[in-house]
C-alpha cells in the first residue's frame, strides 16, 4: 500500500508513520548513519541535525511523527500530505549534494 492510498482511506496517522520511517532509511542509506530500535525518533534526528541539506525538513517530519503517533491530538489529511511533501524534499535535497 503506498502513502497516497494510505491518505485517500483516511489513514494519516499511518502515512506519516510511513513518510517519517521511508526518510529515516533513506538517510541511513544515503549517510551511513545507523539507527538502533533503542533510539528515539529524536535521538535519531539529533544525528541528522548536522545535515543543512535536509535538518530542517527531518526535525518538521520528525514533529508530525511525534504528534500522529504519541498524542491524542487530531491527524488531518493535511498533516498527511506535509508529511509526503517533507519526504519529497529530503529526497530531493539530499540528491542534490
Same mark, same amino acid.
Given at each position: 500500500?503506498?502513502?497516497?492510498?494510505?491518505?485517500? +482511506?483516511? +489513514?494519516?496517522?499511518?502515512?506519516?508513520?510511513?513518510?517519517?520511517?521511508?526518510?529515516?532509511?533513506?538517510?541511513?542509506?544515503?549517510?551511513?548513519?545507523?539507527?538502533?530500535? +533503542?533510539?528515539?525518533?529524536?535521538?535519531?534526528?539529533?544525528?541528522?541535525?548536522?545535515?543543512?541539506?535536509?535538518?530542517?525538513?527531518?526535525?518538521?517530519?520528525?514533529?508530525?511523527?511525534?504528534?500522529?503517533?504519541?498524542?491524542?491530538?487530531?491527524?488531518?489529511?493535511?498533516?498527511?500530505?506535509?508529511?509526503?511533501?517533507?519526504?519529497?524534499?529530503?529526497?530531493?535535497?539530499?540528491?542534490?549534494?
Amino acid at each position: 500500500m503506498s502513502m497516497r492510498d494510505l491518505i485517500l +482511506q483516511g +489513514q494519516f496517522s499511518e502515512s506519516i508513520s510511513f513518510s517519517f520511517n521511508n526518510a529515516k532509511d533513506y538517510i541511513s542509506t544515503k549517510s551511513g548513519i545507523k539507527s538502533t530500535p +533503542q533510539q528515539t525518533h529524536w535521538e535519531f534526528y539529533e544525528l541528522v541535525k548536522d545535515m543543512p541539506e535536509i535538518a530542517h525538513e527531518f526535525k518538521e517530519l520528525t514533529g508530525l511523527y511525534e504528534t500522529a503517533m504519541y498524542s491524542n491530538s487530531k491527524i488531518g489529511k493535511d498533516d498527511a500530505l506535509k508529511a509526503l511533501d517533507l519526504l519529497k524534499e529530503i529526497y530531493k535535497s539530499s540528491s542534490n549534494e
